[in-house]
């Protein structure tokens, strides 16, 4: 074997392109999570831990907890911090986050920016785009494994959205199953107004045996019956000319 001192800078050249190759395929790799294309309500919601701020600090959250509590869970999935129609509806859910709670129901919102730029988000004012302090944790999805679980995570690398979150809105039960599901482009804001009175719409039903909501039910409006005896019941009363 002849040692050759020009052999050190080819050995070195070759590791470099090997490390570059797999760093490369690792980038590539964490865009390329399965997305659950099977999530539909009545199915279990994906499990997830992650770092959040609340109250000007980190925190650990758990949709495990929520489920251990017997509470209901409604996530919020958004694109950015510091962009436009996000704050309009972290904001709106946060002011009514006491109307939440006391229907036993949690607010978590998710995006795939980290937990620093999330408290720096709610140390600038809104007056200047930002979301101020709030009553509802900013979850960091910054592996990007929550967003892929629920369907919502922009994959395709030519979209200008690429690895971030589209407005995914999911209502979870304390059993862990998803009740309802919502994802809209990114343009059109969700109202908080509505997933209020879904919430309302589903523990009503749950606690109701034999008894639905008809369409735009409010809490105090009339029930349907679901069998076909006791629906003419409600059809008679609604729809008789």
């Given at each position: 074997f002849v040692h050759s001192r020009n052999s050190h800078p080819n050995m070195?050249?070759?590791?470099?392109t090997v490390a570059l190759i797999a760093t490369a395929m690792v980038a590539t790799m964490a865009f390329e999570i399965p997305e659950n294309i099977h999530l539909k309500p009545r199915t279990q919601a994906p499990a997830f831990k992650a770092k959040a701020v609340l109250d000007d600090k980190f925190i650990n959250i758990a949709l495990a907890d929520n489920i251990a509590a017997k509470k209901w869970t409604v996530l919020l999935f958004y694109p950015f911090d510091?962009?436009?129609v996000c704050p309009t509806e972290i904001i709106s859910f946060s002011e009514k986050s006491t109307e939440f709670a006391a229907i036993n129901s949690q607010v978590f919102a998710i995006s795939t920016d980290s937990h620093h730029t999330h408290l720096s988000w709610t140390r600038t004012k809104r007056e200047d785009g930002g979301v101020g302090k709030l009553n509802i944790p900013l979850v960091a999805d910054t592996s990007k494994t929550i967003s892929a679980s629920y369907g919502v995570l922009v994959?395709?690398?030519?979209?200008?959205?690429?690895?971030?979150?589209?407005r995914g809105l999911f209502i979870i039960d304390p059993t862990g199953k998803i009740r309802t599901m919502q994802i809209n482009d990114d343009q059109v804001g969700r109202s908080v107004e509505e997933t209020l009175r879904l919430l309302k719409a589903f523990q009503f039903a749950d606690s109701h045996e034999g008894e639905a909501c008809p369409a735009s039910w409010t809490p105090g409006a009339d029930t349907i019956k679901t069998n076909p005896e006791g629906s003419r019941e409600y059809f008679k009363s609604h729809y008789s000319s």
């Amino acid at each position: 074997f002849v040692h050759s001192r020009n052999s050190h800078p080819n050995m070195l050249s070759q590791i470099l392109t090997v490390a570059l190759i797999a760093t490369a395929m690792v980038a590539t790799m964490a865009f390329e999570i399965p997305e659950n294309i099977h999530l539909k309500p009545r199915t279990q919601a994906p499990a997830f831990k992650a770092k959040a701020v609340l109250d000007d600090k980190f925190i650990n959250i758990a949709l495990a907890d929520n489920i251990a509590a017997k509470k209901w869970t409604v996530l919020l999935f958004y694109p950015f911090d510091y962009t436009f129609v996000c704050p309009t509806e972290i904001i709106s859910f946060s002011e009514k986050s006491t109307e939440f709670a006391a229907i036993n129901s949690q607010v978590f919102a998710i995006s795939t920016d980290s937990h620093h730029t999330h408290l720096s988000w709610t140390r600038t004012k809104r007056e200047d785009g930002g979301v101020g302090k709030l009553n509802i944790p900013l979850v960091a999805d910054t592996s990007k494994t929550i967003s892929a679980s629920y369907g919502v995570l922009v994959t395709d690398q030519d979209d200008e959205m690429f690895g971030a979150a589209l407005r995914g809105l999911f209502i979870i039960d304390p059993t862990g199953k998803i009740r309802t599901m919502q994802i809209n482009d990114d343009q059109v804001g969700r109202s908080v107004e509505e997933t209020l009175r879904l919430l309302k719409a589903f523990q009503f039903a749950d606690s109701h045996e034999g008894e639905a909501c008809p369409a735009s039910w409010t809490p105090g409006a009339d029930t349907i019956k679901t069998n076909p005896e006791g629906s003419r019941e409600y059809f008679k009363s609604h729809y008789s000319s």
